[in-house]
């Protein structure tokens, strides 16, 4: 499965970039669930930011599994080249999001409103949070929040036709956006700084479009495949 390093390369940075994005959506909770702890008390407010994030993370796998069985039905079929383009375009949109050159991903997050309407009562009244499993729940039923960036990787690693690599994608994915959100609760400002940065977000979404424009079935999929593989002597060989 060599082909799967740069993809899970690509959902990891997506996560790290794209955690500016998950700030504006998870940034205000992540202010509530630390805000009725006491700084002194970091290690407690450390707990139910792993805790909630880890909840975060394990809903978007199964959703990335649940989706990747889909792609599953589709990748058997004669629509199977179409989804790796579709693949490949929609990992260009998100370098082009990550680099800030186009931000129409966002429009997806339309499709997730009416799910969102059915789980937001439910997460409501588990705050405040002041247990460490309370946190995992919160963050599990977040997990579905409509997130533009969260639906577009989602669709992608759906793409794979593959549930298990959809769910692995998936994780990386959230995996990639602890840092941002980890830093904002527990109040680390150079580390946020450091992601927010122009130069760093443009080198990330230029390498996510590197990896789209790879995934795009065509001729330059052989070259690169037989540039990798160059023939070996046939001396090589002998029995």
């Known amino acids: ?36 702890i006491p ?5 407690q407010r450390l707990r139910l930011l792993v805790c909630y994030n880890l909840g975060r993370v394990l809903s978007y796998a199964a959703a990335g599994v649940l989706l990747g069985l889909g792609g599953l039905a589709i990748a058997n079929s004669p629509a199977a ?3 790796r383009i579709l693949a490949g375009l929609l990992l260009i949109s998100m370098g082009l999001y990550l680099a800030g050159w186009w931000a129409g991903l966002t429009r997806i997050e339309r499709l997730g409103r009416g ?29 579905w929040l409509p997130c533009g960036l969260v639906y577009s990787t989602l669709i992608w690693s759906a793409s794979q036709g593959d549930a298990l690599r959809s769910g692995l994608l998936m994780f990386a994915f959230g995996i990639g956006t602890w840092p ?26 230029l390498l996510v479009i590197l990896f789209g424009l790879w995934t795009l079935p065509g001729p330059h999929q052989h070259w690169l495949m037989n540039h990798g593989n160059a023939p070996e002597p046939a001396h090589h060989h002998s029995h």
Do not use: K, N, Y
């Open 81 to 83: 080249s179409l989804l």
């Open 180 to 205: 941002v959100l980890l830093a904002t609760g527990m109040a680390a400002e150079r580390v946020t700084a450091l992601l927010r940065r122009r130069g760093v977000r443009v080198a990330g979404g």
């Open 115 to 143: 799910l969102w309407r059915h789980i937001q009562p439910h997460a409501s009244r588990l705050m405040p949070v002041s247990s460490a499993p309370r946190a995992l729940l919160l963050g599990a039923l977040w997990g």
């Open 39 to 43: 700084p002194e008390r970091r290690a």
């Open 1 to 36: 499965m060599p082909d799967l390093v740069p993809l899970l390369t690509s959902a990891f940075v997506l996560g790290l970039l794209g955690g500016g994005h998950c700030l504006g959506m998870c940034g205000g909770l992540m202010g509530a669930l630390t805000l009725a």
